[in-house]
């Protein structure tokens, strides 16, 4: 059975600490781009965590909420793409093949979630954190998009062990950077077709909840509602 | 054909400012190629704005050869036959334009090829499920059709032309015209030719602007998601098409004394074509928003009321204001539609329409689903001198075009004059074996 990956993030949770943004970038080889592009807008974060303040002072509350790529199985970045270079995998994920991108933007225009992000100039590591690079993961230069793969190389690292080892793979075994890095436990990674799977028995919850659900894009990141 | 052996000091001068404007605009395309996209306005979540505005824009523009020339060709509209050329002129620089503005403005120009569909080493053909590659087979397919029409005719005149020149011009002429003979088995396949492209280029011309259209609806995006696109741009292309043709042909009359061909009957003709456009632009644009509105979905209505009320109000209202409120007195009052309010009316309708693009393509990007994610737009002087540099492109091709080929049809208006009552009959005598013998055709001694 191939296998199908989503993701579950508990709202209860999420402090909005951000340790997953930072972990990402980490991860991704994902540059900053200085305040100067982020106040034009053009920051990148393959994964944020979007604030929505409700009610007035003394009554104020935030509602947190991380957004990343949302994996869609009927992804509307997917037909856009003159070059195919968005396109979905066999595993459900669906995958950013920078070489064939040649930047028209239009996944980017399609995508109702506002995840995928543009290479507006090259990348620039300030020394010494071009040392800190993941050898594991390209680094993209100008004109390509970019977005969260939900870590494919660790999970197409775990793949490998666990087929030299002629075994499968374990719930929990591996997961991507962000899910690693939440420090109360918010995020929850694995595999959907595997029915004792941590991110099933979530999904299957009641507060269960997906972002634009009711546009049919059938993303794989379900979102627990707030209980409070 | 005067115009191509005199050139006055005039004609320099426009070829001097528009040849800057295109060399500015190659300038700051170098740059953007060295520096990358952000040297642009776009941002998160405006990924798109000037560069397809713009694209649009001059798409539209290129609709003006195919109604003039093609359906008023098919109507037997024999008022058209001065002002076929220049349209159908507009129609090949418009549409290579906006042809080369998607190329450039991709993150890697460089490999554009990749939209080709070729058995490459990369083992991949493009996405044809994709509305940009659409784009693709669709202008090119609109531009070769373009191209032919505009040459077809031309021949008779680039003839005429080798005949009566000598020295280079001559052989200039000479490669051109093809060993044109003006046999009448030549006329006879000349007009049929004709015939066929009159009638094909039509749905090719509809369907170009539908699929343009089609960049925005196929996607989710909030007042992009409409069916009404199709027939919307369609609408607005013959629109800003017809305009374009009448500011060409208000230029062209004055600076190469065409007064005694473009006569004032013209402008009236095509100013009622341009009421008639407008208002159609005005039902479609009318029914958009209030379905819109009527439907209250909230995504959508953010986007109505951002166009409306509140950032982008001065914007639309100066465009229905150009679109509608100024052109429709003018051009229905028999008195005010002269050649003057025309071109009046025809200025405020382009400068109306780029405004539509501009609403169509930014506010709906600036407010997509997530609130968050909402953001604005503001173009840098990258992008005003590209846009620059495509209207200085058009001005540039224009006036080197009316340097080697003749504005007015010669030999059509010959034939309107020698038979009123035949529109399409050249003027050889109508012998009925003619189509049947079978003549040799010569090249030219």
Request: charged content about 15%; hydrophobic content about 45%.
């Amino acid at each position: 059975m191939p296998h199908k990956w989503a993701m579950v993030i508990d709202l209860d949770r999420c402090t909005g600490c951000e340790a997953c943004v930072v972990a990402c970038h980490a991860e991704n080889n994902i540059a900053t781009v200085g305040d100067d592009q982020a106040a034009r807008g053009r920051a990148k974060h393959w994964i944020r965590v979007e604030r929505y303040w409700e009610g007035e002072f003394p009554e104020a509350r935030i509602r947190f909420q991380p957004v990343l790529c949302q994996q869609c199985d009927e992804a509307p970045c997917e037909p856009v793409c003159p070059t195919y270079a968005s396109y979905h995998t066999p595993e459900g994920l669906n995958a950013q093949v920078y070489n064939r991108c040649v930047g028209t933007r239009f996944c980017a225009n399609a995508c109702p979630y506002t995840v995928r992000y543009f290479n507006f100039y090259n990348p620039v590591w300030d020394k010494p954190l071009n040392l800190q690079l993941n050898p594991d993961v390209s680094v993209r230069e100008v004109g390509i998009m970019e977005k969260c793969t939900f870590c494919v190389q660790r999970i197409r690292g775990a793949e490998i062990q666990a087929e030299a080892q002629k075994r499968e793979l374990k719930d929990g075994e591996f997961n991507p950077a962000c899910v690693q890095s939440c420090p109360p436990k918010a995020m929850v990674f694995g595999d959907l077709n595997d029915p004792t799977s941590e991110v099933s028995r979530l999904a299957k919850s009641g507060r269960s909840t997906k972002l634009l659900g009711e546009l049919g894009t059938l993303p794989n990141v379900n979102y627990l509602e707030r209980s409070s | 054909m005067a115009p191509l052996f005199h050139t006055n000091a005039a004609y320099w001068i426009a070829v001097a400012l528009s040849g800057s404007l295109v060399l500015a605009g190659a300038c700051a395309f170098l740059y953007q190629i060295y520096h990358g996209i952000g040297v642009w306005g776009l941002n998160s979540p405006v990924f798109w704005a000037f560069d397809i505005t713009n694209f649009v824009f001059w798409i539209g523009i290129s609709h003006a050869g195919t109604l003039i020339s093609a359906i008023l060709r098919l109507a037997n509209a024999t008022w058209r036959r001065p002002v076929t050329r220049c349209a159908e002129a507009i129609t090949v620089f418009a549409l290579s334009i906006g042809a080369i503005i998607p190329l450039c403005h991709t993150g890697r120009p460089w490999l554009g090829y990749y939209l080709i569909p070729y058995p490459s080493e990369r083992h991949i053909w493009p996405n044809f499920r994709s509305p940009l590659l659409w784009d693709f087979f669709a202008i090119l397919t609109y531009l070769t059709g373009s191209v032919s029409f505009l040459y077809l005719p031309i021949i008779p005149d680039f003839a005429s032309l080798r005949d009566t020149t000598s020295g280079w011009r001559k052989r200039f002429y000479g490669t051109l015209s093809l060993g044109w003979e003006g046999t009448p088995h030549q006329w006879h396949r000349l007009e049929t030719a004709m015939q066929i492209m009159a009638i094909v280029i039509i749905p090719v011309a509809v369907s170009v602007h539908t699929i343009v259209s089609w960049d925005f609806a196929m996607t989710l995006v909030p007042m992009w998601h409409s069916s009404i696109f199709g027939p919307y741009f369609v609408v607005g292309a013959i629109f800003s098409g017809i305009a374009a043709l009448i500011l060409a042909m208000a230029l062209l009359r004055k600076s190469l004394h065409l007064e005694e061909y473009l006569r004032p009957l013209h402008f009236q003709n095509l100013g009622k074509l341009l009421l008639t456009m407008s208002l159609l632009w005005f039902y479609f644009t009318f029914a958009e928003r209030l379905t819109t509105w009527y439907g209250n979905s909230n995504s959508d209505m953010v986007v109505f009321w951002s166009s409306i009320r509140q950032n982008f109000a001065p914007f639309f209202w100066i465009m229905v204001v150009c679109n509608f409120i100024i052109p429709v007195p003018i051009l229905a009052i028999k008195r005010l539609r002269t050649i003057t309010g025309t071109v009046i009316a025809s200025i405020t309708i382009v400068i109306g329409m780029w405004i539509e693009r501009f609403l169509i393509v930014v506010p709906s990007l600036e407010r997509k689903f997530l609130p968050y994610s909402w953001g604005t737009y503001r173009p840098t002087w990258v992008e005003d001198t590209l846009m620059a540099g495509s209207f200085g492109m058009m001005a540039l091709l224009y006036l080197l075009f009316s340097k080697f080929v003749p504005m007015i049809s010669i030999w059509e208006l010959k034939a309107g004059e020698t038979h009123p009552l035949i529109s399409h009959e050249p003027v050889v005598a109508a012998d009925p074996l003619a189509d049947e013998t079978p003549l040799t055709t010569e090249t030219s001694s």
